[in-house]
């Protein structure tokens, strides 16, 4: 069974940049998708970014960068040029091979970590 846990979230000033960590653990990431959402109090889950099996990335804005190391079996975010919009719970995810914008198609999830822009 595929455990993910996140870290680095805080508090973060508009402008700077942001790091997120995911480790896995109980299985390798190799044959999944890799995925980060978020959600802000009231709203929906939304992706912010996805890594799939195959390497291919996909990004809902510019501002994200999204990168796996298989050999410490993680996944980073990065988050530029951060934003008070920004602020939410960002999660961790994973899916065999795909990416799905629906959370509802992904399969394991973090516990999430806070992200607070504020000054």
């Known amino acids: 069974q595929l455990q993910l846990v996140e870290s680095g979230g805080g508090l973060v000033q508009p402008g700077g940049s942001l790091r997120l960590s995911c480790v896995a653990s109980g299985s390798t990431l190799d044959n999944y998708a890799t995925g980060w959402f978020r959600q802000a109090p009231g709203k929906e889950r939304e992706r912010v970014a996805c890594l799939s099996e195959a390497g291919n990335t996909n990004y809902e804005q510019n501002r994200f960068i999204i990168s796996r190391d298989n050999a410490k079996n993680s996944v980073t975010l990065q988050i530029n040029r951060i934003q008070p919009d920004d602020t939410a719970v960002y999660y961790c995810?994973?899916?065999?091979?795909?990416?799905?914008?629906?959370?509802?198609?992904?399969?394991?999830w973090g516990q999430g970590t806070q992200v607070t822009v504020s000054s």
């Open positions: 995810t994973a899916v065999p091979h795909r990416c799905y914008r629906d959370p509802q198609k992904w399969t394991f």
